[in-house]
C-alpha cells in the first residue's frame, strides 16, 4: 500500500503525462494508476490541462482526416496505365530508362544534391523510429529478436572496438551493414558519460592519412536503456573510434578522450 | 465508447476509431509540432506524417507503458525536433526558451497570428515565467527532468514538485474559464 496523496504531491504524475520518464517509472505509474482509481484520476486531470494548452499554444489546422485517410489506404500496387492500341510501348521503356539513369545520376552527385537530402532525412527518420522501436520493446522478447536479426543480418560486419588509455576496461561493438550504409553501436561497455559531454562516434580511415569523420553523437545515451544506438555510415571506414566531447559533438576528435577504438577486418 | 476501448479498436485498424482519435488530438499534436517547427505549412505536413506512422506502427503503443496521448506526443516531439536538426539549427536547444508559446505573450498584439492568443493568454494568466518555461521544455520540447534543470539552472530534485505547482495553477485557470 503506498501513500497515494504523498504519491500525487511527489510530482510524479506529471512527469508520466509529459512521457519523460524512465521506462521503469513508466511501468510503476501505470501500474499504480490501474490499482488506484485517484491516481487515474488525477491523471486524467493533467492530461485534460496539457491538451487544453496545447491546443491553444498555435492557430494551426491540421489537415482533414479524409487526407489521412486517403494516404493510408493507397494501395501498394502501382497504377496500371491503359495505353492505345497503335502506340508502341517502347517510349514507355526508354521513359523508364531515362529515369533510371537519371536515379544513378543523382546518386553520384550525391553530396551537392537536395532531394537526396531529403532522402536521407527519411532514412534517419527511420533510423530514431527503429531506435526507438529498439528500446520501448526493452522488456519484451521482441527487442531481443530485433536486435538479434539486426546483427546476425548476413551483410553485417562486427568491429569489436577496444578500450584506450584514458579508460582501458570500456568496450564497444560496431556492427555495420555496408549495404544499408548503417552502423548499430552497442556501448553498454561505455561509462555514462559526466555532465556536460556526449560520446561521439568516429569514421575513420587510416591512409594515405588518418582522416576522421564524424558518423554522430550518442546524444540520448542517458536516457538509452539497451545502449544500442543506430547510426548513419556512408564512408568507406577502416577503423571506428569512440571519444568524449563537449555537449554538441566537435569537428574533430579530441583524442586524449579516446575512449574506445577498431580496426575493420580486411574482407 | 471509452478511450481504452477506443484505442483497442485503433490498434485493430478501425479507421473509425482512428478518425475519432484524430479529431480528438490532431489539433493538440499539430500545435506541438508548430511550436517547433514554426512553419505552417510544414507543421501540417509533418503532422499528417505523425498520423500516418502511429497508424502504421500502432502495434508498438503499449498502454502498461503509458498514456496514448503522450505516446503521440513523443513521436511529434522526435519527428519536429528531427525536422529543424536536419535543417542544420545546430545549436536548436538552447535557443528554444526565448522563443513560442513563452515568447509570443510579450509580442505585441499584431504580430500574434500563430497561437489562439486571447485563450493561451487566459489559460496562461498569473502563471510564473518559470512555470511557462519548465512546461514548455517537458511537454513541447520532450527534456528529460536532468536537462529540464540544467537549462533553467534549478536542482533535478524540484523539477517535479515545481512542475505540479505550475500544473495546478494551470488546471485553476482552467476551471474559472
Not at chain 1, 146 to 175: E, W
Not at chain 1, 232 to 248: K, Q, R
Not at chain 2, 61 to 78: H, V
Not at chain 2, 108 to 137: H, S
Request: overall charge negative.
Amino acid at each position: 500500500m503506498i501513500d497515494i496523496k504523498k504519491y500525487i504531491a511527489s510530482g510524479i504524475l506529471e512527469i508520466y503525462v509529459a512521457g519523460v520518464l524512465s521506462e521503469k517509472e513508466n511501468l510503476e505509474v501505470s501500474a499504480y494508476a490501474k490499482q488506484y482509481p485517484k491516481i487515474n484520476d488525477e491523471i486524467i486531470a493533467i492530461e485534460a490541462s496539457i491538451l487544453e494548452l496545447s491546443k491553444r499554444s498555435s492557430n494551426i489546422q491540421p489537415y482533414p482526416f479524409s487526407e489521412v485517410k486517403d494516404k493510408i489506404n493507397i494501395p501498394k500496387e502501382p497504377k496500371v496505365l491503359t495505353l492505345e492500341k497503335e502506340k508502341s510501348v517502347w517510349p514507355m521503356y526508354f521513359g523508364w530508362a531515362a529515369s533510371v539513369l537519371l536515379a544513378i545520376g543523382l546518386f553520384l552527385t550525391y553530396n551537392q544534391n537536395q532531394e537526396l537530402k531529403s532522402e536521407l532525412e527519411v532514412v534517419s527518420k527511420e533510423n530514431m523510429f527503429l531506435e526507438e522501436q529498439i528500446a520501448t520493446s526493452d522488456t519484451s522478447l521482441e527487442k531481443a529478436k530485433t536486435l538479434l536479426n539486426t546483427i546476425r543480418d548476413k551483410n553485417i560486419d562486427v568491429v569489436p572496438l577496444a578500450g584506450q588509455t584514458v579508460a582501458p576496461d570500456s568496450y564497444a561493438k560496431v556492427y555495420w551493414n555496408k549495404q544499408q550504409e548503417k552502423v548499430f553501436i552497442d556501448a553498454k561497455g561505455l561509462p555514462e558519460p559526466p555532465d556536460g559531454f556526449v560520446y561521439q562516434v568516429w569514421s575513420l580511415k587510416l591512409s594515405p592519412t588518418l582522416t576522421p569523420t564524424s558518423i554522430g553523437l550518442l546524444d540520448t545515451f542517458y536516457e538509452d536503456d539497451n545502449k544500442v544506438f543506430a547510426l548513419d555510415n556512408v564512408n568507406d571506414s577502416e577503423a571506428f573510434g569512440i571519444t568524449l566531447e563537449p555537449s554538441g559533438g566537435s569537428e574533430g576528435p579530441n583524442l586524449e578522450q579516446l575512449y574506445t577504438l577498431g580496426v575493420v577486418a580486411a574482407s | 465508447m471509452t478511450l481504452d476501448s477506443l484505442v483497442e479498436q485503433f490498434k485493430k485498424k478501425d479507421t473509425l476509431a482512428f478518425e475519432q482519435l484524430y479529431s480528438m488530438y490532431s489539433k493538440n499534436i499539430c500545435g506541438v509540432i508548430h511550436t517547433i517547427v514554426k512553419n505552417e505549412g510544414r507543421s501540417q505536413e509533418i503532422c499528417q506524417d505523425v498520423f500516418i506512422k502511429i497508424w502504421h506502427n500502432s502495434d508498438s503503443y503499449n498502454s502498461s507503458k503509458g498514456r496514448f496521448f503522450t505516446w503521440i506526443l513523443n513521436i511529434a516531439r522526435n519527428a519536429a525536433i528531427d525536422e529543424i536538426r536536419s535543417k542544420s539549427y545546430k545549436n536548436e536547444r538552447k535557443n528554444f526558451s526565448a522563443d513560442y508559446f513563452v515568447g509570443i505573450l510579450e509580442r505585441p498584439d499584431e504580430e500574434q497570428t500563430t497561437a489562439d492568443a486571447i485563450g493561451l493568454k487566459k489559460l496562461v494568466k498569473n502563471l510564473k515565467e518559470k512555470c511557462v518555461q519548465i512546461i514548455e521544455l517537458l511537454y513541447f520540447r520532450g527534456y528529460t527532468q536532468k536537462e529540464a534543470a540544467e537549462e533553467l539552472d534549478i536542482p533535478v530534485g524540484t523539477v517535479k514538485t515545481r512542475n505540479r505547482s505550475c500544473i495546478s495553477q494551470l488546471r485553476v485557470n482552467m476551471e474559472q474559464k
